[in-house]
């Protein structure tokens, strides 16, 4: 059995390539806790609530899984907590059967993804000190045992998220909901919200992640947008010839085959 660990900034990100790997690579989706992998038990909360905090969400990675491969995707809920969540994670499972690693940014900031880059293997360096990051290239995988990768969302050279991505699967799969979402996001009076409402839409990724709020509202009203990313067609024989998911798509298959 190959095991492979991910772990993404969001929610999002994690369903996203869920739903990838499932589709391109046909595994499925373990729902039950009793049919999780042992070799993933440490990863699983034994006690509820975390930490004492009854409004921090359970973290507990997705996994999917045949009968060659079992893969844990984690989400790191934010950029600053990757290194942690890898970390904590290798301190508790058996690494020396570890097939691979993943690491799954966005490009949300001002820094271009090769400065990010650079920022993260540096504090990686200091932290983890079972891989050799020295030879590693953005968005290649290191064939090195186990097998590590660090891909930054969109296409790992320019500025953008997951939403860049799914602005292009909408332009295949859903143009006129597009269209009249950008509409309405471009459209509406700025100067009726507060600075602090308008923190979030105001920064770099916030125009796309609205506007793909609002397909996802249509097609999945009063759910969360990973509920669309899993049920809809954002992923499909279309859309996975894009440029950018192309590119995912070999990363993925560098890490888990």
Same mark, same amino acid.
């Given at each position: ?12 990100? #994690? @369903?996203? !390539?869920?739903?990838? #790997? ?15 992998? $042992?070799?993933?038990?440490?990863? &699983? /909360? ?12 359970? /973290? ?10 079992? #893969? ?8 600053? *907590? ?5 970390? @904590? %994670? ?14 799954? !940014? ?28 020295? %030879? ?7 064939? %090195?045992? /186990? ?6 969302? /969109? ?16 332009? #295949? *799969? ?11 996001? @471009? ?5 009726? !919200? ?20 609002? &397909?996802?509202?249509?097609?999945? $009203? ?36």
């Amino acid at each position: 059995m190959k095991y492979c660990y991910i772990v993404a900034e969001g929610i999002h990100d #994690i @369903e996203f !390539l869920t739903k990838i #790997i499932k589709e391109l690579f046909n595994l499925s989706r373990i729902k039950k806790r009793s049919l999780v992998n $042992p070799f993933w038990d440490e990863l &699983i /909360p034994k006690t509820f609530p975390m930490n004492d905090d009854l409004l921090k969400r359970m /973290p507990v990675p997705s996994f999917i899984q045949n009968e060659q491969c079992s #893969i844990a995707l984690h989400n790191a809920t934010g950029i600053n *907590n990757i290194v942690k969540t890898l970390e @904590e %994670s290798l301190s508790v499972i058996e690494t020396s059967k570890l097939f691979s690693i993943g690491l799954i !940014l966005d490009a949300d900031t001002k820094d271009k993804p090769q400065k990010r880059f650079k920022d993260l293997i540096q504090e990686l360096s200091k932290k983890i000190k079972m891989i050799n990051f020295t %030879s590693l290239q953005l968005g290649e995988v290191n064939m %090195s045992n /186990p097998r590590f990768g660090v891909f930054i969302l /969109p296409d790992n050279q320019n500025q953008g998220t997951l939403e860049s991505i799914l602005m292009e699967c909408a332009k #295949i *799969n859903y143009p006129d909901l597009l269209e009249s979402a950008t509409e309405y996001i @471009e459209g509406f009076d700025q100067t009726k !919200l507060t600075v602090k409402e308008l923190k979030e839409f105001k920064k770099l990724a916030g125009k796309n992640k609205a506007i793909i709020s609002s &397909i996802s509202s249509i097609l999945k $009203p009063g759910k969360a947008i990973q509920v669309s990313l899993q049920d809809n067609k954002w992923i499909d024989e279309k859309t996975i010839e894009l440029d950018d998911i192309i590119l995912l798509k070999k990363f993925i298959t560098d890490l888990i085959f």
